[in-house]
């Protein structure tokens, strides 16, 4: 059994103005009583990384490491009003990096603090913070990684659900090693933290990238809640983005694709030849016509795609030669 670990929980933030007092209140709260338990040490702390937001985030943020309005103090100080250092504590982007960027952001200040352990989880508090107890136990227990998974989606839309079980489904086909109904929601140990940190890509894509680190890991499962408040920040848009992401950046099955699209194009243009000829022997030349703008028409699309899937993989080259920075922390509180 591990000692009690140094615990740092990292919340990334984008215009959560609407759900941050809430959010820092439960948090707290949780952080005293695992403290008090003797679960965690009396130093862990709230880290919330704002990701260039464009409202009052960052401000709420100052207040909260400050101790002021809505602050909670030390997990070992037992109040919301005594003396003592609050237990939060902020990072600010100097502009809007994303949430994968926001997360990796807090998980290398978790290293840099010393923490033994780090768990991210989103600002909204749909997952759910009592799961952060039966992590904090498998860690102790000896696992370096675990993962919050959802133990269903009943709160989800039926689109919105048919489409993560397609995802999954496709990445787990291109050979990507995924957990499914995993978000971002888990815990990593000081050892996968220092691994995750040798990771230098600028296309992060951690659902990807920590089961690849191969630490001995676990599971929790927990019922994902409703959104406290605001609007989602992964609207449709962000989510289809987010997943050509995640093949891009871990699969060259889409790439390898190509030559069999290519190959599939060909037999169909050779049938389509035959045909031609039989209708041009059988003085029914005219006829062919409709079968001439479909191999056009084919050929075109096969082209127009396989162009796309190799534009995606070289914009990903593009981006990643150049090295730059995956964010700039503009303030610390």
Known sequence: MRPAPRLLLVVPCYNETEVLETTARVLGEKLHALAAAGQI???????????????????KITRLASGGAGGVKAADSGA???AGPSVFSGLKFAHNRGHQNAVYAGMMEALAVGAHCAISLDADLQDDPNAIDEMVAQ??????????????RATDTAFKRGTAHAFYGLMSALGTHTIPDHADFRLLGR????????????????????PDL????????????????GESKYPLGKMVAFALDGI??????PIRMI????????????????????SVLGGAAVAGWGSIMLSLWLIGSAVL?????????????????????????????
């Open 248 to 253: 891009t950046s871990f699969s060259v099955t």
């Open 139 to 152: 860690y102790r227990a000896g696992s370096e990684v675990v993962y919050g998974v959802r133990s269903s």
């Open 259 to 278: 030559f069999w699209l290519g190959g599939a194009s060909f037999l169909v243009a050779l049938l389509a030849a035959v045909y031609t000829v039989v």
């Open 191 to 210: 050892a996968a933290l220092t691994a995750l940190a040798q990771y230098g890509e600028s296309n992060l894509f951690l659902r990807g990238i920590v």
């Open 41 to 59: 040490q009396s130093s862990s702390r709230v880290l919330f990384v704002d990701d260039g937001s464009r409202d009052d985030t960052w401000e």
């Open 80 to 82: 919301e009003d005594s």
């Open 305 to 333: 795609v396989s162009l796309g899937i190799v534009g995606e993989y070289i914009g990903k080259i593009y981006l990643e030669v150049k090295h730059r920075p995956r964010y700039i922390v503009e303030e610390r509180v």
């Open 214 to 229: 191969g630490f001995r890991s676990s599971k929790v499962f927990y019922e994902r809640a409703e959104r406290q408040a």
